[in-house]
């Protein structure tokens, strides 16, 4: 980030980014970060035998959200200052290098905030509700685009109050924190993609 009169530059960088590359000619090195290890356990066997069907399923469903997460609109909703979508504890941060079942998977792109089953969960700024619906992993889930490029995700909810279309206002209620799709506990997993990449929430918030 530069501050240009006030104004910070927001480039998004990929978890999996080269160690090195350029940005508008200028060359950018990161500096290599540990994150810490999630071993858990799913004991049922929709989950770890998965069916042709559900296969299917699940393919289906992540053309579904790669579409609705690159779509980028012009309109601003937000000011870069995001409030938490909801009470509760952080149970894992962004970037944890994931293992189900002893199984390594893909790391934690979100932030998971533990939470009782029915905590009410908040739109964290001004947006359009761009999808409303249920997953196979990620369960009841909704999305929101907040303009210029910027989008929030919720999964494994309880209940929803919103529906595609909507416009929402920061601090709404737009759902409660539940346990649908996979997990191992009620809980909100919460994602901010910017032009299509996955960042660490944290950086808004």
């Keep these: 980030c530069k501050d240009f009169d006030g104004h910070r530059l927001v480039y998004p960088i990929s978890y999996s980014s080269k160690m090195k590359f ?3 000619g200028e060359t950018i090195i990161l500096s290599e970060k540990e994150f810490r290890e999630s071993r858990i356990t799913i004991n049922d066997n929709k989950f770890n035998q998965i069916s042709k069907e559900n296969l299917t ?9 790669r579409r609705k ?9 937000q000011d870069i200052k995001f409030i938490f ?9 962004y970037g944890v290098k994931r293992y189900i ?10 932030l998971d905030i533990a939470a009782e089953t029915g905590t009410s969960v908040v739109a964290p700024e001004n947006g359009k509700v ?27 909810l309880n209940k929803t109050f919103v529906f595609e279309g909507d ?18 506990g009620p ?4 994602e901010i993609i910017l032009l299509g990449t996955k960042i660490n929430p944290m950086l808004f918030l």
């Design 167 to 184: 416009n929402v206002l920061k601090n709404s209620k737009i759902a409660t924190v539940g346990s649908s799709g996979r997990v191992t």
């Design 69 to 77: 997460i690159t779509s980028i609109s012009l309109k601003k909703y």
């Design 101 to 110: 079942n002893g199984s390594p998977r893909n790391p934690h792109l979100g």
């Design 130 to 156: 761009i999808f409303v619906g249920e997953f196979f992993y990620r369960g009841n889930l909704i999305i929101i685009d907040h303009g210029n490029g910027i989008i929030s995700t919720y999964s494994h």
């Design 57 to 65: 399923r699940i393919k289906t469903e992540r053309e579904v959200y």
């Design 22 to 24: 350029s940005i508008m």
């Design 85 to 93: 979508p909801g009470k509760g504890i952080i149970s894992s941060e």
């Design 187 to 190: 809980h909100l997993h919460f």
